[in-house]
């Protein structure tokens, strides 16, 4: 204890000497201070807007790279598509006709849509032996129909890090042939490789990673591939990045070194360029010159000190002997007196009576000490903060937690007033008020009760707290010993639930939707405001209800199998038609569990959407797309969706059927004699014939032109459908087929294939072939006929 007094303890002389050389140390430090910190933070400004515009320009030079191949595949792709190449005969040659590839892509191959390859630059021997059909990027490509860049991927064999570009292949009816896969290697020099090159400073460097962490480029070549973190330790600055953030920042990288980051976002791909400069190192030189400034600073401050230590020492020797004999029986166990002689003076009479002041001082301390000592160690321990209050309202006692609590040190307020420290000022006239009535009764609205309010901090900041106080008789009055917990973390979690219940109950009640939470007893937590206008229900009155309860047995069994998937920890989507306000809705329902942190499922949010126009349009779309919109027949769509059906229930029945291939002869002579107007009208009048001629149960189409088919079902024999087919020429050949007004003489020409499922199965492409051939062979026999 002694030790510890001789060293905290300093004498006027000190504090006067100290107090010149802090005036000047702050002087001096606080300019040198602001002027670095000015220069400091322009600095770093202009470091950080250089470092993002390389970034940037990194970041537009890959996004460059990916544009120039994408438009190298699409014109390759638009090259197979005009030039209708087809098999590995044809595309093989073509494609090692094009030895420019080599200068973009590692390797180029044509894929079937089956994944099987059709053609491969650097490996033939692959052709029809090697299936990518598993592979997530040729999946997707199929899927959207669109060009894709995979995710980077090494080399099975060579270990290189490699990534795949692809570009449909589509024939002239739009359908999807061929999908053409490239190879790019990422550490080759016409693509990354010059990364290797690029200094950021000296020590600098340039990386890449996705946004699902994967680092796709570094120095290290080890960490290529890898998460960024998987080798330890945690960056912040790239976590963020990841996150979605672009720009400058700062940050302490794995190994503890503090670094400059840039980050830029590619175009093309989830790409995050990265730069990386050590901040040591980008401020190398402006701490240089800081060091040195500040060692001048301090030189001067200090020899300030000297010459004021100089002067003070020689003029203050005597207060220094008595601040010696102050000290010694401060940290004496007993009263140690005055031992040095003192003038009549001042600074005499001070030494006097202080040592008899320190003589009565030692007596009272004895009395003090043991029951001080008892009362301390229990609160010391309490968990909670205590404040004892004498009759006037000062402290009297205040332990470790109360100044964890309000931030004074417990000598700090021992004999201040209470409400200038910790009341809030619009309380404390109720507090003082109260006061009087407690000292003199004891009683009062807060006596032996919790109670929660308000109090102030040491900073001004008011805190919630949780207080109980108890009246102490002292006889002739009564003082207060209260206890105090601060509430502040549950009064946060208290308004940022509500806070949170009230944004969710904003965003959802503004939602074309119907939005709910259910528990895993499908009891609702919650829904909006939209149940009104669905169920014509108040949002409370469904709270606590099972699903079952509020839609009833004839709706819950829709709804049943998929919150059952969705409680099991699925996410579910489904459509279904429901009637609602008396009128049918397609709604469109998506189920998400809630999970916590654990991965266990506390419940299911559900959200329901009116999709009844969207519905409504796709079914007329559907229809139109097959029907032919100037004889109102069905259209080559249409019929090619029937004829499969037409075939499988011929071979389910056992049934027969006739398949009729017609044309108008000689149409493209009244095109060109009368127009395409004429045309149309000999079209229309012609499907009507056929339509005519036929049964009502038969499918009739217009394939294109003056194209037409006819399939008759459930056909017992030949004759049959030569009955129906010599009835269709009459009908065709009937006079007045007027075209302007004006009669015209019109003919057709069929072909017909009867099909007996008895014979060896055959596919649609085979049954419209035959009838092809059996229409030119109509034709070739002077037309107006048909022909088996």
């Not at 402290?395 to 209470?418: C, K, M, S």
């Not at 259209?635 to 291939?661: D, H, K, V």
Request: overall charge neutral; hydrophobic content about 45%; cysteine-free.
């Amino acid at each position: 204890m002694r030790r510890h007094l001789r060293i905290t303890t300093l004498s006027l002389r000190n504090r006067l000497t100290i107090s010149v050389v802090l005036i000047a140390l702050i002087s001096t430090q606080g300019v040198v201070g602001a002027a670095f910190y000015y220069v400091h933070t322009s600095a770093l400004e202009d470091l950080a807007r250089d470092q993002m515009q390389r970034t940037i320009a990194l970041a537009d030079a890959i996004d460059q790279k990916f544009a120039g191949r994408r438009a190298l595949l699409k014109t390759f792709a638009n090259s197979l598509t005009s030039l209708q190449l087809r098999g590995t005969s044809q595309l093989q040659p073509f494609l090692n006709g094009h030895p420019a590839f080599l200068a973009s892509f590692e390797n180029v191959a044509i894929i079937h849509p089956s994944g099987v390859v059709a053609a491969n630059f650097l490996d033939p021997e692959s052709i029809d032996r090697l299936n990518i059909s598993d592979r997530s990027y040729f999946i997707e490509t199929l899927a959207t129909g669109q060009g894709v860049i995979s995710q980077p991927i090494r080399n099975r064999l060579r270990g290189m890090p490699q990534i795949a570009m692809t570009e449909p292949v589509h024939d002239a009816q739009g359908r999807l042939v061929y999908v053409i896969n490239a190879l790019i290697n990422l550490d080759q020099s016409n693509f990354l490789g010059e990364l290797a090159d690029i200094k950021i400073g000296k020590t600098g460097y340039v990386f890449i990673t996705n946004t699902n962490g994967i680092v796709v480029y570094s120095p290290r070549k080890s960490r290529i591939l890898k998460h960024f973190d998987a080798e330890g330790g945690h960056n912040e600055a790239t976590t963020r990045a990841v996150a979605g953030f672009e720009g400058t920042t700062e940050g302490v990288n794995r190994l503890g070194v503090s670094v400059l980051y840039a980050f830029k976002q590619t175009r093309q791909t989830n790409w995050i360029i990265g730069t990386h400069y050590p901040r040591a190192e980008a401020v190398a030189a402006l701490q240089r010159v800081e060091h040195f400034t500040w060692l001048g600073a301090l030189a001067l401050s200090l020899l300030v000190g000297g010459l004021s230590l100089y002067l003070l020492r020689r003029e203050l020797a005597p207060l220094d002997h008595l601040r010696l004999h102050m000290l010694a029986n401060h940290a004496a166990d007993h009263y140690v007196p005055l031992s040095t002689h003192y003038e009549q003076d001042e600074l005499g009479d001070l030494a006097r009576t202080f040592d008899r002041l320190m003589a009565e001082r030692h007596q009272a301390q004895q009395r003090l000490s043991a029951s001080e000592t008892y009362l301390r160690e229990v609160l010391r321990h309490a968990g909670d903060a205590f404040i004892a209050l004498d009759r006037t309202g000062r402290i009297t006692e205040w332990n470790h937690q109360a100044e964890r609590v309000f931030g004074y040190a417990r000598d700090e307020v021992l004999g201040q007033p209470l409400a200038p420290l910790i009341i809030p000022e619009t309380m404390r006239a109720a507090h003082n008020n109260g006061m009087q009535q407690f000292t003199q009764q004891g009683t009062g609205p807060m006596v032996d009760k919790r109670m929660e309010v308000e109090a102030l901090h040491r900073t001004g900041q008011r805190i919630p707290i949780e207080i109980s106080l108890s009246a102490m008789d002292r006889g002739d009055h009564f003082v207060a010993h209260a206890f105090l917990r601060d509430i502040s973390e549950r009064k946060a979690a208290e308004r940022a639930l509500a806070l949170s219940e009230a944004k969710l109950r904003g965003v959802t009640d503004n939602l074309p939707a119907l939005v709910s939470h259910m528990d895993t007893q499908e009891r609702f937590t919650f829904v909006n405001s939209a149940v009104r206008e669905w169920w014509g229900m108040e949002p409370d009155a469904l709270l606590g209800r099972t699903m079952r309860e509020v839609v009833g047995e004839t709706v819950y069994p829709i709804a049943q199998a998929p919150l059952k998937r969705a409680l099991a920890g699925e996410r579910v989507e489904f459509d279904v038609q429901r009637q609602i306000h008396g009128e049918m809705r397609d709604v469109h329902n998506i189920y998400v569990p809630d999970m916590d942190s654990e991965g266990t499922t506390r419940g299911v949010f559900t959200l329901s959407i009116n999709i009844t126009e969207l519905k409504t349009v796709e079914r007329k779309l559907a229809l139109l797309a097959r029907v032919d919109p100037l004889t109102q027949l069905a259209n080559r769509l249409a019929f090619s969706e029937s004829l499969p059906q037409i075939l499988a229930r011929a071979r389910r029945s056992g049934t027969a059927l006739a398949l009729m291939y017609l044309d108008i002869d000689h149409f493209k002579a009244i095109n060109d004699s009368l127009g395409h107007a004429a045309g149309d009208e000999v079209l229309e009048e012609f499907a009507r014939r056929l339509q005519a001629g036929v049964r009502s149960t038969d499918t009739v189409a217009r394939l294109a032109g003056d194209e037409f088919v006819a399939v008759l079902e459930n056909v017992a024999e030949t004759s049959v459908a030569a009955d129906v087919a010599q009835k269709i020429v009459d009908q065709v050949a009937r006079p007045l087929f007027l075209v302007g007004g004006q009669p015209l003489h019109i003919t057709t020409s069929i072909g017909i294939v009867f099909y007996v499922p008895a014979e060896p199965p055959t596919t649609p492409v085979e049954l419209m072939a035959r009838a092809d051939a059996a229409l030119y062979r109509a034709k070739a026999a002077g037309r107006n006929q048909f022909q088996f």
